[in-house]
């Protein structure tokens, strides 16, 4: 929780909303704080006019859940992308990981995290529905099933999978394994586990 450092209400509540930043702590939040208030013309303001413009106009996308300032986004309504095959994704983070990567050229669905019965998410909490949707469509030849390795990553993916299986469609999961550049030494068990199942001819 945290703590006031001075009796300075305006301030208190800048650390107070920075803290609640995923990765930025209480003394990490004191720290930003005082960077803006160091640079008000140069990172401060502007910064304050971003956030505004990004509040005021970027919105999830209607058919994939990408945020952009069009809607549909740019990426769904691009000529140059591959409409037979949808990449789901639990998160934006994930999409634009993907495009960093630059080597994926299909569609996207983002559904907005994983299946979890101890947090209470359940399909109805997640874009699913619509992927369903999507499934139907004629054009639609695989689905590329790209959650995290992770035991509700997993379950998710299990689930969506029986969900569409009655469509006339691929249906097919990220490789997880030995990575590039990784030392068996330092792989956990299970990716090495995953490694060794996944195995396929030299």
């Known amino acids: 929780m945290y703590k006031s450092p001075s009796n300075n209400n305006e301030l208190d509540h800048l650390i107070s909303l920075l803290s609640k930043i995923p990765g930025l702590g209480p003394r990490s939040a004191r720290r930003a704080a005082l960077q803006l208030i160091k640079k008000k013309d140069s990172l401060m303001r502007p910064l304050a ?29 691009s000529a140059k992308r591959d409409r037979s095959i949808v990449c789901v994704i639990e998160d934006v983070s994930d999409l634009w990981a993907l495009e960093r990567a ?43 099933i790209a959650t995290n390795a992770t035991v509700d990553g997993q379950t998710t993916a299990h689930y969506i999978t029986e969900q569409i299986k009655g469509f006339d469609i691929t249906v097919t999961r990220l490789a997880h394994g030995v990575p590039i550049g990784g030392e068996l030494d330092y792989l956990d068990d299970g990716t090495l586990t995953t490694a060794l199942n996944a195995r396929r001819p030299f």
């Open 49 to 77: 006019g971003a956030l505004s413009d990004v509040a005021e106009n970027v919105h999830p996308c209607v058919t994939c859940g990408n945020l952009d300032v069009e809607n549909p986004c740019h990426i769904c309504e």
């Open 102 to 144: 630059g080597s994926f050229r299909g569609l996207y669905h983002v559904i907005g995290g994983t299946l979890s019965a101890l947090d209470g998410v359940g399909p109805d909490d997640l874009n699913i529905k619509a992927l369903i949707e999507r499934a139907s469509d004629p054009d639609l030849n695989e689905v590329i």
